[in-house]
T-cell receptor
Framework: DAGITQSPRHKVTETGTPVTLRCHQTENHRYMYWYRQDPGHGLRLIHYSYGVKDTDKGEVSDGYSVSRSKTEDFLLTLESATSSQTSVYFC????????????????FGPGTRLLVL | AQSVTQLGSHVSVSEGALVLLRCNYSSSVPPYLFWYVQYPNQGLQLLLKYTSAATLVKGINGFEAEFKKSETSFHLTKPSAHMSDAAEYFCAVRTGGATNKLIFGTGTLLAVQP
């Protein structure tokens, strides 16, 4: 299994509070991704990172920000949580094309279940 | 632009019966296609992938999928369902480029009846 951990695994928070979710990898992969999973929508990309300090938006980025100060950590912040951000959040990683370990696969973490009241 | 459509949000089969989960894709470039499985309260696990080599791809747990360009399909099959196959299955297409982004279908929840 790919070495990906997410913390916390469960969180309950109140509307209007900031929330930070952490993704940590031990694979030294270049690319990291944050998704949210909601019934009927599958997984939707929030933000992704293609290197330290290099990030870009996905299809559902409003209300979210990310940071990556080290290769192994990718943080997702909900600036001011809303009930519509109640979801399960998954982090994923993939290796860089051209590298020996490259393959096209994204590997997923165990997820964080977030409830915004 | 790439997209994926999974036909049937819920599929129910009897134990021992054929499993067929449908996935159709749209892609402006030769596609890379993936099937992932998600067991309850877990992350996604790769079942199999198509990356322009053999069109019939074999994966874990006895699953396989066939890439059919003429039908823009990548349906997932298993000859004989087992109770442990009950899970949600996601088809995904790579968007191209170096960032390896994926577009996911909405998922198919497979129930296996005894």
């Amino acid at each position: 299994d790919a070495g990906i951990t997410q913390s916390p695994r469960h969180k309950v928070t109140e509307t209007g509070t900031p929330v930070t979710l952490r993704c940590h990898q031990t694979e030294n992969h270049r690319y990291m991704y944050w998704y949210r999973q909601d019934p009927g929508h599958g997984l939707r990309l929030i933000h992704y990172s293609y290197g330290v300090k290099d990030t870009d938006k996905g299809e559902v980025s409003d209300g979210y920000s990310v940071s990556r100060s080290k290769t192994e950590d990718f943080l997702l912040t909900l600036e001011s949580a809303t009930s519509s951000q109640t979801s399960v959040y998954f982090c994923a990683i993939s290796a860089e094309a051209g590298k020996k370990e490259f393959e096209e696969t994204q590997y997923f973490g165990p997820g964080t279940r977030l409830l915004v009241l | 632009a790439q997209s994926v459509t999974q036909l049937g949000s819920h599929v129910s089969v009897s134990e021992g019966a054929l499993v067929l989960l449908r996935c159709n894709y749209s892609s402006s470039v030769p596609p890379y296609l993936f099937w992932y499985v998600q067991y309850p309260n877990q992350g996604l696990q790769l079942l199999l992938k198509y990356t322009s080599a053999a069109t019939l791809v074999k994966g874990i747990n006895g699953f396989e999928a066939e890439f059919k360009k003429s039908e823009t399909s990548f349906h997932l099959t298993k000859p004989s369902a087992h109770m442990s196959d009950a899970a949600e299955y996601f088809c995904a297409v790579r968007t191209g480029g170096a960032t390896n982004k994926l577009i996911f279908g909405t998922g198919t929840l497979l129930a296996v009846q005894p």
